[in-house]
């Protein structure tokens, strides 16, 4: 799914030494580390999946055609699989991150940006509970409370769930709620409706007019 609103995304320009002379820049493996295992210890249920990923710096076209990373954690060197989307697959460890490993990176400033996000799978069929749509949402609360620490009441919460169909045929979501009552959303132009977060619907049920796309919670 290509994101409606994109959850997290950081971007990073690595500020390292000039890859002529293959020299390796530090980075602390806990800026890497810290968003994926967050996520595991508030999403046991692997609802979300944690992903980075490199892009060409503003201005080019292309990455680096030797652009490499590898993780230091004491003697041992381990080297990092990018993918040829872009896709950087950093093995997350909590032994490594209480070692004090680091990410090591060959290239320049500016040569690259480097994106983290988060992604929500998206609930299979048509027909489910308001709770099984919405699962994303309360994972994605849990985690920036913990997150945040005691800082919490100033993060941002969700407000709706964003719904995205596939192509841009009218689509609907119709709720039915414990008493019978019922609510129905269309799509707008995009294919996408804005649903609210409303936990206290989680047993209702719903009934897609066609399987999804994807969703997102919004959060502001």
Not at 6 to 22: D, E, G, H, M, Q
Not at 27 to 46: C, F, H, N, R, T
Not at 136 to 146: M, T
Request: avoid cysteine; charged fraction near 20%.
């Amino acid at each position: 799914m290509r994101s409606l609103v994109p959850l997290f995304l950081l971007l990073i320009a690595f500020l390292v030494a000039t890859p002529a002379r293959a020299d390796w820049r530090d980075i602390p493996y806990e800026d890497i580390a810290k968003m994926p295992l967050a996520l595991k210890s508030a999403d046991p249920q692997g609802i979300y999946t944690a992903t980075y990923k490199v892009v060409p710096a503003k201005g080019k076209t292309n990455l680096p055609a030797d652009l490499r990373f590898q993780i230091k954690t004491g003697q041992q060197l381990v080297p990092v699989v990018i993918q040829p989307d872009g896709k950087v697959e950093f093995p997350i460890r909590k032994d490594w991150l209480d070692a004090g490993a680091s990410v090591q990176v060959n290239q320049p400033k500016g040569s690259f940006l480097m994106s983290f996000s988060l992604n929500p799978r998206t609930p299979p069929g048509t027909q489910m509970t308001y709770g099984q749509l919405t699962e994303s949402a309360p994972v994605l609360e849990r985690g920036i409370k913990q997150m945040a620490g005691l800082m919490s009441f100033l993060a941002p919460k969700v407000r709706a769930i964003l719904i995205a169909f596939p192509g841009t045929t009218p689509q609907t979501i119709t709720l039915t709620l414990a008493d019978g009552q019922k609510k129905t959303w269309k799509s707008d132009a995009k294919g996408s409706i804005r649903l609210p977060w409303e936990p206290d619907w989680a047993a209702a049920k719903v009934v897609l007019s066609s399987p999804l796309k994807g969703v997102a919670p919004d959060l502001k």
